[in-house]
């Protein structure tokens, strides 16, 4: 179910939201143990001494002193060749040990190496620094906001955006301007903005619409689920920048100050301005309204639903006229008549 206040971001507002910082990539590769050396080969010695014997005991019915000699000549040469074997295995032990000496070294400084870019990695997500990634792409996107080409005549006499145009001066000073126009492309009319926040520094502008149930005069349903006029308008404006923050009629009427500090909160949440929220420290948060179906549109314009708001809507606005000094006693008594 859609609840009032509807708030809608451009896409570039929501995709640097999305945003995480890039790591730095570890260009390291982690050392390997270096292999131990083999221990002595007996084969070659064996296959030597039973080769000396075989061929001493075949030639010692011919010549025992020759098969003697071979006897010899093979246990010299099994001999030889385990001691040089034996210094050759020494040789690689001492070169293996050096080896292993300098791979403990080499793993300390990947693994110091590993910590500290953990470490960064960690520092880089840490939500403070999310936060202050994505508020840097943030600010990058509202330059993209197209800002509103003049400021017209209002094409009707909104009694609700008379009395909801105060709360909103107070609470965000020389921010707020009503009447708005931006130029469509493609046709000769421009596109309208009844209320809207305009902070040109930042190049954040908010359009703020006031939605009711159905025309008061025509009783015909408005702003229902699924409106295509408030699609077009919506995407009209979310095309050039503007984020859009819908309330309806009866939270303004009803709740203007937390309606006030709902758009506060949308505010900070794009421009983390400090300060922003502490007017609002002491204030309720703004309760959720379903938006109505054509079907509830209908039966709220048979029962006249509006009535009651547009009656103390108009009792307030009557009385702040009547006691203001900015008006002439003439002009109060045809404000109040």
Not at 54 to 70: D, E, M, T, V, Y
Not at 75 to 92: C, E, H, I, N, V
Not at 133 to 145: E, G, K, R
Request: charged share 20%; glycine share 4%.
């Amino acid at each position: 179910m859609t609840c009032y206040p509807i708030v809608l971001y451009p896409d570039a507002l929501q995709l640097a939201w999305q945003q995480r910082p890039g790591l730095p990539e570890l260009k390291l590769t982690e050392p390997q143990p270096p292999a131990a050396p083999a221990r002595l080969n007996p084969r070659p010695s064996f296959i030597t001494t039973a080769a000396t014997l075989a061929i001493a005991a075949l030639s010692f019915p011919i010549n025992p002193k020759l098969s003697l000699r071979l006897l010899l000549l093979g246990g010299s040469l099994t001999l030889s060749y385990a001691l040089w074997q034996g210094f050759q295995y020494r040789q690689r032990r001492r070169q293996w040990r050096q080896e292993h000496e300098r791979f403990d070294h080499q793993l300390e400084a990947y693994q110091r190496r590993q910590e500290t870019h953990q470490q960064l990695c960690g520092e880089m997500h840490h939500p403070m620094a999310i936060a202050e990634y994505q508020h840097q792409l943030v600010l990058a996107a509202l330059q993209t906001a197209t800002g509103y080409d003049k400021q017209t005549p209002p094409a009707n006499k909104s009694q609700i955006i008379a009395f909801f145009r105060p709360y909103l001066e107070k609470y965000f000073p020389g921010k707020i301007k009503i009447n708005l126009a931006i130029y469509q492309e493609g046709c000769q009319d421009f596109h309208r903005c009844e209320i809207a926040y305009i902070d040109d520094i930042r190049s954040l502008f908010i359009d703020i619409e006031i939605d009711e149930p159905y025309n008061h005069e025509t009783r015909r349903p408005t702003h229902c689920q699924s409106n295509d006029a408030d699609g077009e308008h919506n995407d009209f404006f979310l095309s050039h920048g503007w984020p859009v923050l819908r309330f309806s009629e009866a939270q303004i009427v009803n709740t203007p100050r937390r309606c006030c500090r709902r758009i506060a909160q949308e505010i900070y949440k794009i421009t983390i301005e400090t300060g922003l929220m502490d007017r609002f420290r002491k204030m309720g948060e703004l309760e959720p309204h379903p938006q109505w179906t054509w079907q509830e549109a209908q039966q709220m314009a048979q029962y006249g639903s509006r009535d009651a708001d547009l009656g103390r809507v108009t009792t307030k606005l009557r009385k702040a006229f009547v006691t203001s000094p900015e008006f002439s006693h003439a002009q109060n008594r045809s404000l109040a008549a």
